[in-house]
């Protein structure tokens, strides 16, 4: 993930196309939200995925197991569904560049608070499940 994001913020770079270039602090300032996301995922994922296979008999493991990874792909896809609806709705056809960064970054705002209100059911929905056992 840190690779893709060193060849987006090198491609930024070459091809500036009104945007502030990047400087070493920046590449700090996001390696360190990649690490917190990372972190993020690596303490909710065993931790789910340990309720869910806890919670069906020895034999239904491998179909407990391919719904996990079926959801979280299906998760991605929706959550990228809605970005790119967000992306279209504020930004529309026009390239993203300075004249164009306040649909943007509205697109961004109104994605995040979309997936906020996600998270929050989803942290509810597990509230609510009570104890695994």
Known sequence: MY?????????????NAGFKSYTYRNNVRFSGTLFHVGLGYA???PLNTYAITSSVK???LGIASGMVA?????????SM??????????????????????????AVRISFFI????????IFASYVRGTIR
């Open 81 to 106: 569904a809605i970005a790119m609806l967000c992306f279209s709705v504020y930004s529309g056809t026009e390239t993203i560049s300075s004249l164009y960064l306040t649909g943007f970054m509205t």
């Open 115 to 122: 997936f906020t209100l996600l998270c929050a059911l989803g």
């Open 58 to 60: 020895k034999e239904y």
């Open 43 to 45: 303490l909710f994922s």
């Open 3 to 15: 690779f893709a994001a060193s060849v987006m913020n090198y491609r930024h770079r070459v091809d």
């Open 70 to 78: 079926t959801m979280r792909s299906v998760g991605q896809v929706l």
